[in-house]
């Protein structure tokens, strides 16, 4: 079975930088692709960015492009997505997903696990 288990989500000030984390369980994750996605308050979930696992080549939302970057670490079978240059538009629940192929999708239904989601805050 499938276990996505988030952490790393906090409260931190605005211009600042936070490291999520997301560990990954009961599979073989090389032929996946892993995203994270975030839920502001009062909106829809939305697309952050997405890796491939097994070349770590990534693709990111217009609204995080430069900003934040999803490495990941084989042997531990993590996946992170280090964010810098936090502001408020960037206060959400955090989502980590995966979906088998290699294919780049946004699109959540395209996404066949996910993790419970860890809350970040950007504030003063």
């Known amino acids: 079975q499938v276990q996505l288990v988030e952490s790393g989500g906090g409260l931190v000030q605005p211009g600042g930088s936070l490291r999520l984390s997301c560990a990954a369980s009961?599979?073989?994750?090389?032929?996946?692709?892993m995203g994270w996605f975030r839920q502001p308050p009062g909106k829809e979930r939305e697309f952050v960015a997405a890796?491939?696992?097994?070349?770590?080549?990534?693709y990111y939302a217009d609204s995080v492009k430069g900003r934040f970057t999803i490495p990941r670490d084989n042997a531990k079978n993590t996946v992170y997505l280090q964010m810098n240059s936090l502001n408020a538009e960037d206060t959400a629940v955090y989502y980590c997903?995966?979906?088998?192929?290699?294919?780049?999708?946004?699109?959540?239904?395209?996404?066949?696990?996910w993790g419970q989601g860890t809350q970040v805050t950007v504030s003063s």
């Open positions: 890796a491939r696992w097994t070349d770590g080549s990534s």
């Open positions: 997903a995966a979906r088998y192929g290699s294919s780049w999708t946004s699109l959540r239904e395209e996404y066949d696990y």
């Open positions: 009961g599979r073989t994750f090389s032929r996946y692709t």
